[in-house]
């Protein structure tokens, strides 16, 4: 594991020792761990130890993997190979997000963690670099923020400016402010 990943892991660990209050507002229950975009592969390779951890902590894991999202959606929809030929049709496109994705998206998540998730459960998020063009990540997370009952922890690679909560997904984009509490690498 490499050292960044491994401190990652360690500050999740140290969060985790903190007793979950009860009544928190959901954006206090999102943890986002941001790490390097250069990272993601040793993330990935490595996230089984987070689960270890979670579950050290007496807590339930439940992993969900967005990276093929889009794929599943678009091959779901009647008009995809028209979609291709014309991208600007699909709803929101012109937005710098589709919203028709980001709805199913958000409704499916609720309904896994709903079924799945309970008030001792983290939810983790991996994969969403692979939203990048598609869809914004605040929305996802504003979308199901309140479904996680117990903690919603999203791995971000990106950056995170303290000095204004704002998060910078893949470093590329304009960041967001948002008051999760983040989990950084201390270099």
């Not at 704002?166 to 967001?176: E, F, P």
Request: overall charge negative; proline content about 4%.
């Amino acid at each position: 594991m490499s050292s960044k990943v491994n401190k990652l892991l360690a500050a999740y660990r140290q969060h985790l020792t903190v007793p979950w209050q009860a009544g928190l507002a959901a954006i206090q229950r999102v943890i986002f761990a941001v790490y390097d975009k250069s990272d993601e592969l040793r993330l990935r390779a490595n996230v089984e130890e987070f689960a270890l951890v979670t579950q050290q902590a007496g807590k339930q894991w439940l992993l969900v993997d967005l990276t093929n999202a889009f794929p599943q959606w678009m091959a779901s929809q009647e008009y995809r190979d028209a979609y291709f030929e014309c991208p600007e049709d699909l709803a929101g496109y012109q937005t710098g997000e589709l919203t028709e994705f980001v709805a199913s998206l958000t409704a499916q998540l609720k309904v896994q963690m709903a079924a799945q998730g309970g008030p001792d459960t983290v939810v983790a998020l991996m994969g969403v670099g692979t939203l990048f063009g598609l869809a914004r990540v605040s929305s996802v997370i504003e979308g199901i923020k309140d479904a996680a009952q117990g903690r919603l922890l999203v791995f971000f690679p990106g950056e995170h400016h303290p000095e204004n909560h704002t998060y910078r997904l893949l470093d590329a984009r304009d960041g967001w402010n948002y008051l999760a509490v983040p989990l950084l690498t201390k270099d």
